[in-house]
C-alpha cells in the first residue's frame, strides 16, 4: 500500500512563492508516476502537474504552464511542486496522488490521495 503526505503549505502573499513537498512510502515504483492536483470551495478537482516516475518526463496544466514545477527526489522518496508567481486563484486544498496512467490529467486516472495542504494567497 502506499501512502502519501502532503506538506509546506500556508498563506502567501500575491506574487510570491512556495513549494510543496509529497512523501511518499510503499510500493510507489508499482506506479508510473506522481500528479499533483487542487481543489477550491464549490470546484472540482483540478489537475496541475504529473512526474513519471524516473522523473523524465513532465505534464503541466496550461494554467500553471511557465509558473509551477513538479520535480522528485526519488532517494528521498518526495515530489515537489514548486509554484511561484501565486495569484489569489491559486488558493485551494493541494493533493497528491499516485497514477496507473502515464501522465494522466484525470483524477480518476489517481489513487492513494494524501490528505492535502492548504495553500492561500491573499491579494
Known amino acids: 500500500q502506499v501512502r502519501l503526505v502532503e506538506s509546506g503549505g500556508g498563506l502567501v502573499q500575491a506574487g510570491g512563492s512556495l513549494r510543496l513537498s509529497c512523501a511518499a512510502s510503499?510500493?510507489?515504483?508499482?506506479?508510473?508516476?506522481t500528479g499533483w492536483f487542487r481543489q477550491a470551495p464549490g470546484k472540482e478537482r483540478e489537475f496541475l502537474a504529473a512526474i513519471t516516475l524516473s522523473g523524465g518526463s513532465t505534464n503541466y496544466a496550461d494554467s500553471v504552464k511557465g509558473r509551477f514545477t513538479i520535480s522528485r527526489d526519488n532517494a528521498k522518496n518526495t515530489v515537489y511542486l514548486q509554484m511561484d508567481s501565486l495569484k489569489p486563484d491559486d488558493t485551494a486544498v493541494y493533493y497528491c496522488?499516485?497514477?496507473?496512467?502515464?501522465?494522466?490529467?484525470?483524477?480518476?486516472?489517481?489513487?492513494?490521495w494524501g490528505q492535502g495542504t492548504q495553500v492561500t494567497v491573499s491579494s
Open positions: 496522488a499516485v497514477c496507473s496512467r502515464l501522465l494522466g490529467t484525470q483524477a480518476h486516472q489517481y489513487s492513494n
Open positions: 510503499g510500493r510507489i515504483f508499482s506506479f508510473s508516476g
